[in-house]
């Protein structure tokens, strides 16, 4: 991570990652359907994108059995299918909120 491009997108990550902490967070202070359904959006959403990242992070060893990046994609792709993907649950919030 010594170059400036590689660090803004690992600075990106990190951000996204703590705000999905952040909403998980609040959702088990409320637990209401608005709140766990923008839990859910912010944690799939954020996986999927830190797992996409991190294969162009290590290049094509990413997908290779060598590190386990390729397995969290394809598990943050298994658990949106499963537990709803990000757009299923705004939708879910933007119900709860009366839009």
Given at each position: ?99
């Amino acid at each position: 991570g010594s170059f400036q491009s590689v660090q803004h997108r690992m600075v990106d990550c990190f951000i996204q990652i703590e705000l999905a902490r952040s909403t998980v967070m609040a959702a088990l202070r409320q637990p209401t359907v608005k709140h766990i359904a923008l839990a859910k959006a912010s944690c799939s959403e954020t996986y999927v994108h830190v797992s996409y990242e991190a294969i162009q992070f290590h290049g094509g060893i990413g997908v290779t059995d060598e590190h386990d990046i390729g397995f969290h994609l394809k598990r943050a792709r298994v658990a949106a299918r499963t537990f709803g993907n990000a757009s299923y649950q705004r939708d879910r919030w933007a119900t709860a909120q009366g839009y």
